[in-house]
Each structure stands twice: as C-alpha cells, then as structure tokens.
C-alpha cells in the first residue's frame, strides 16, 4: 500500500472548519483514501472514503486532488468531540476481499473551545 | 447491531501464562482483523481472516503468537507464553466488504498488562 504523509498536529478553534491535510503521492490508480479517527482510548472509528471523486456523508467531507496524490479531510463545524488522532490510510481493494489497514502516526486534532 | 465484541477488556497476567484474547465480529461480516497498539508502534495489523481463513500473518510477532477463526462469529488471539513486550492494546475489526469496501469496525479492544 502507498505511504501517506500527515502533520503531526493541528488545533482548531471550536466551530470552525477543521481541514486536515494528507499526503499519498505514490498512491496506485486501484487504491483507496480512508480516513479513520481514534479516540482516546477507544477503537478507531471510520469516517469517510473516496478514489477519485470528492465525498461527503453526515460526518466529513473528502476532498481528493485530481492526480490522487492529496487529500484533505474537512470537518465542517468542528467541536470538541472531534478531537482525536485522524488516520490517513491508502488501501487497495480487489472486491474479492478485505486488506489490512496499515497505520502511520496520524494527525493529533486538538478542537479549542 | 451491537457493534465488534472483544473480552476482555483489561486483562493483567504474569509473565509466562496464557493469554487468550476473544471477538466476536460484526454478524455478515466475512472478514477479520487483529491489530496491536503500543505507544512506540502505534498501531500494527497482526493478522487477517477472509471467510475464516487466514491470508495474511506476517504481523504476528513470533511463534508465541497464534490466532485461530473457527467460525464466522467467533475469532482468538492466543499468547503462550506471554512476556512484558507483549503489553498493549490489542483490536479486532471486521468488514463486509462487498458493500462496504474494506470498511472497518473495531471493537473496544482489550488492554494487556504483562507483569
């Protein structure tokens, strides 16, 4: 699977768009972006995915660059519950069944009140 | 759908025992995971069961570890013997992959403590 690049951290002031950059220039034309968010001491939770097009579902919106080699994770009225460590991850699938997720170190999102 | 079970959520052991870690996936979910985090590994996939199979185990650390999925409802993870370097939080998701695309749901995890 492609490596993907996240800053470490970022703040965000409560009820303002939080964007979260991530990095997969050598993502291959079959792979997938997740995005996963975990919790202090919880599992992590799924937020969103996407290929090519740009998402959006009740939690996030996905916004992929056309040569696939960026994304940006907004959440568009940021409270503190969304502070977590968000998980970029670029994972092929085959439709013939699951991969693994492979993990880096994340984005730690701290929301300020 | 009460979500990825696993149990049991905190277990303390002595260095040398048996540790036998449980889940019980998502009902309809054919695929299932185990992943260990630690502070300095973050988060590691040790294994990977498709239709209670195994296909991928290069994660699991050495022979003491051993995972086993005898039925679509029901996977363990088992230490022996278990040592320090073992402790961690250990998750277990699973995925129905047909409709949900390699979308995973993970359970609460288990913490370990080896003493």
């Known amino acids: 699977d492609a490596k993907t690049t996240q800053p470490t951290s970022m703040d965000c002031a409560e009820g303002r768009a939080a964007n979260l950059p991530c990095n997969h220039s050598t993502i291959s034309g079959n792979e997938y972006v997740y995005w996963y968010r975990q919790i202090h001491s919880q599992g992590p939770q799924y937020i969103i995915h996407g290929l090519k097009n740009n998402e959006t579902n009740e939690m996030a919106s996905l916004i992929i660059t056309e040569d696939r080699k960026s994304s940006t994770l907004i959440l568009p009225h940021a409270t503190l519950r969304d502070t977590a460590v968000y998980y970029c991850i670029v994972s092929h699938y085959s439709g013939g069944g699951a991969d693994g997720l492979t993990f880096g170190k994340g984005t730690h999102l701290i929301i300020q009140p | 759908d009460a979500g990825v079970i696993q149990s049991p959520r905190h277990e303390v052991t002595e260095m040398g025992q048996e540790v036998t870690l449980r889940c019980k996936p998502i009902?309809?979910?054919?695929?299932l995971f185990w992943y260990r985090q630690t502070m300095m590994r973050g988060l590691e996939l040790l294994i990977y069961?498709?239709?209670?199979?195994?296909?991928?185990d290069s994660g699991m650390p050495e022979d003491r570890f051993s995972a086993k999925m005898p039925n679509a409802s029901f996977s363990t993870l088992k230490i022996q013997p278990s040592e320090p370097r073992d402790s961690a939080v250990y998750f277990c998701a699973s995925s129905g992959t047909l409709v949900t695309k390699n979308i995973q749901y993970f359970g609460a995890g288990t913490r370990l403590s080896v003493l």
């Open positions: 009902s309809g979910h054919n695929s």
């Open positions: 069961f498709n239709n209670n199979v195994p296909i991928d």
